[in-house]
């Protein structure tokens, strides 16, 4: 008797693990399910933050198609030169431009994601994604 409620016990356990495992590996997850999942949120806020998410995906493309091509524009004048020259200044200058705009962009998106948490949470979320935007050099 003791070691059948032993075996049940294990098998039971095993199903736990096994769904734990199956449901935060396996599942494919979007930011805004983490999002969701880590702050309580309701489905309709989930919603609103989809929302969001669709609305920067659109603008975070074109971004980073501009930065591929400055870099790629950037690096061909750089290999082709032994010293820095006006072509290769405009284009270090292209590039921090796009990304000023992208890291404003993206800042943007980060504080209207906030602003859809509760009024509690929304500072442990700007500590987690603002490394994305900002180094801050080990200070933190």
Known sequence: MRKGILT???ILFAGVVAFW????????????????REYGLSSSEEERLRDLERSYGSRCGPYCDAMCDAN???ETLALGSGTITPEI??????????????RIAMLEHFYAV???????KRRDYLLRVLPLVIDSCGRR
Request: a positive charge; aromatic letters at 2%; one cysteine or more.
């Open 72 to 74: 790629a524009r950037l």
């Open 114 to 120: 906030a602003a859809q948490l509760p009024p509690a």
């Open 21 to 36: 495992v199956t449901r935060r590996c396996l599942v494919p997850s979007t930011p805004t399910s983490w999002l969701c």
């Open 89 to 102: 200044s405009a284009a270090v200058a292209e590039t921090d431009r796009i990304r000023t705009e992208t």
């Open 8 to 10: 049940l016990a294990v």
